[in-house]
């Protein structure tokens, strides 16, 4: 996989997770600029900022819907398939914050990135009640779910995207089938989050801590501008969480051949190892160093700098 262009630097924003107390939502957090809280997740480290559990209490009290508003509805896919277990410990979570229902592919559909299937049909079956399983990409999976009546009882307030086994750090979101199903939504209006567990772990606390950033951006609401697209990386023990950007990640280029038994070549493409460059602020700098990555994604992709080139290549302008 290539490089990834980076945004500007943007500020420390690190939190300590602190369980399901929304602090960042209801201001209970530390007043410190780093914006810290810290964390009864799995290796908590950071002390700055520790929230008492008598305010955290009162966090999710304050945070808590009223009875009578309607539960989100919340469009769980991934790339992995319908039955990988992160796939279902996510729903499973997402259960305690709203309506989940699942649209995912029936095989694993890694690196598919945003491809729908048009030269082919595709088969749909319902596996249980919300539960359903497709046989194509992420992109079908998603585009199935907000077109094709019957599925779904109304629009999602939300599509959550995982939790895949695997990073999707840098470059990766380029060719993630998962980010792919999480921008498909975004695309067609409705904000989305990826989820990626970055090596294998448990998944019951990865899971947890999504529904309680799914619930965040639930309750933070829809902000001026393009629909929101975020992309977390979880390593397997973290002590918090930061905002981030697009990190640089590369790969081993390799093309593998080989012969099968009638005498045919194939190839596998790709090296297995991924190292990353130091970028300040990067999503590839966080997990490195134990935190929860989440990276704002642009659906937007005009590169404004080069308009110039673009207007002396059309021939409207001379040479920049």
């Known amino acids: 996989m290539g490089d990834s262009d980076s945004a500007s630097d943007p500020p420390s924003d690190s939190v300590s997770e602190s369980?399901?107390?929304?602090?960042?939502?209801?201001?209970?957090?530390?007043?410190?600029?780093?914006?810290?809280?810290?964390?009864?997740?799995?290796?908590?480290?950071?002390?700055?900022?520790t929230v008492a559990p008598a305010a955290c209490d009162a966090a999710v009290v304050l945070s808590r819907p009223s009875s009578t508003m309607r539960r989100p509805l919340i469009l769980v896919s991934n790339d992995d398939g319908v039955l990988a277990p992160g796939n279902v410990a996510l729903r499973e979570a997402l259960e305690r914050i709203g309506d989940v229902y699942t649209v995912a592919p029936t095989t694993e559909q890694s690196a598919n990135s945003h491809s729908l299937t048009l030269h082919r049909p595709l088969r749909f079956e319902r596996l249980a009640e919300r539960v359903w399983a497709v046989d194509g990409t992420p992109a079908d999976c998603v585009y199935v779910a907000l077109v094709m009546q019957g599925?779904?009882?109304?629009?999602?307030?939300?599509?959550?995207?995982?939790?895949?086994?695997?990073?999707?750090?840098?470059?990766?979101?380029?060719?993630?089938g998962t980010v792919a199903a999480a921008r498909e939504a975004a695309l067609r209006g409705i904000a989305a989050i990826a989820f990626s567990l970055v090596e294998p772990g448990p998944l019951e606390p990865v899971a947890a801590l999504a529904a309680t950033l799914c619930e965040r951006m639930l309750q933070a609401g829809l902000p001026g501008g393009p629909v929101p697209l975020l992309n977390v990386n979880v390593p397997p023990r973290w002590q918090g969480i930061r905002a981030t950007r697009l990190g640089l990640r590369r790969y081993e280029d390799a093309v593998t051949v080989r012969t099968d038994p009638r005498g045919r070549g194939y190839l596998w493409l790709g090296g297995?190892?991924?190292?990353?460059?130091?970028?300040?602020?990067?999503?590839?700098?966080?997990?490195?160093?134990?935190?929860?990555?989440?990276?704002?994604?642009a659906i937007e992709v005009t590169y404004g700098p080069h308009m110039p080139l673009a207007r002396h290549v059309a021939g409207v302008e001379a040479a920049p």
């Not at 369980?19 to 950071?46: R, T």
């Not at 990353?276 to 994604?297: C, I, K, M, N, Q």
């Open 151 to 176: 599925v779904l009882p109304r629009r999602p307030d939300l599509v959550a995207s995982g939790i895949n086994h695997g990073p999707n750090l840098g470059a990766d979101v380029h060719y993630s």
């Open 272 to 297: 297995a190892e991924a190292t990353h460059e130091p970028v300040d602020g990067s999503d590839t700098e966080a997990v490195d160093a134990g935190w929860v990555s989440v990276t704002p994604l």
């Open 19 to 49: 369980g399901s107390a929304l602090d960042s939502v209801s201001g209970s957090g530390s007043d410190s600029d780093s914006d810290s809280v810290s964390s009864s997740g799995p290796d908590a480290g950071s002390e700055r900022g």
